[in-house]
């Protein structure tokens, strides 16, 4: 059974009068631990697909399957109205415990040290780090990560004091705190020079290998795209290869 398993997705927005359709039928499926890219131009509709595959952003029609169950159905059927949650709250709840993002802008919080971005997802509610570890062992797993993406002597430093390529190490290790199983990265080496891009790009394969986390890109990145071992390239919305 694929981790992941889309079926005919639609993604379509109304522009005055017109229909765009940004992801038209789209079909694939992404196994366990994989290490995969969604390739395409600009405006090709890569993003739209990502934030289709995070939950953030809601199809037109088709199904996504996560380990077999088909999200957007089942969030609908659990949905229990006599205590009032809605859609948003189940698929909330949802990515938090499966879901880490990587963003190109790292949108780290400004007043926040590297220690404290990293742990702050811990706090935002229950997650498969906190159900299943102590406070002790979740402080543990904190200094693990950040001695995973070198910082130990950046970790009391605001995002302000950090290069670009260290921002993003702080970014990846806050994706993976939750202990998510699938990691979902939007062009993430768009703002970093060549050779910072390489160094996250090495970082993040060897988490992939070492935690078995999934990865899933969105980019026009040759680099990230030679690195896969799964590329799905799109072209104005539609699947060209997967």
């Not at 379509?12 to 359709?21: G, L």
């Not at 809605?86 to 007043?111: A, H, M, Y």
């Not at 970014?171 to 699938?182: D, E, F, G, N, S």
């Not at 896969?228 to 919305?237: L, M, P, Q, R, T």
């Amino acid at each position: 059974m694929a981790l992941i398993e889309l079926n005919n997705i639609c993604k379509n927005y109304q522009m005055d009068k017109v229909i765009v359709k940004a992801v038209n039928n789209a079909s694939f499926k992404i196994e366990k631990g994989e290490f995969a890219a969604i390739s395409g131009p600009s405006g090709s509709g890569k993003s739209t697909l990502l934030n289709m595959i995070g939950l953030v952003d809601l199809p037109t029609s088709g199904s996504l399957l996560l380990n077999g169950i088909d999200i957007y159905k089942e969030s609908k059927l659990s949905i229990d109205t006599k205590l009032n949650i809605s859609l948003d709250n189940k698929l909330t709840e949802l990515r938090r415990e499966n879901l880490g993002f990587i963003f190109q802008t790292f949108n780290l919080i400004p007043v926040l040290n590297v220690k404290e971005n990293i742990e702050l997802p811990l706090t935002l509610g229950q997650t498969i780090a906190t159900k299943t570890m102590s406070k002790k062992e979740l402080s543990e797993w904190v200094d693990f990560l950040i001695e995973t993406v070198g910082l130990v002597s950046w970790k009391d430093h605001k995002p302000s004091e950090l290069s670009g390529g260290q921002r993003q190490r702080v970014a990846i290790a806050r994706a993976l705190v939750t202990k998510a199983p699938i990691i979902l990265a939007d062009e993430p080496t768009a703002n970093l020079d060549s050779k910072n891009g390489d160094q996250i790009l090495a970082l993040m394969k060897k988490i992939n290998k070492e935690l078995e986390t999934t990865f899933i890109f969105s980019t026009h990145d040759s680099k990230i795209v030679e690195m896969s071992d799964h590329v799905i390239k799109i072209s104005d919305g539609t699947i060209l290869s997967a």
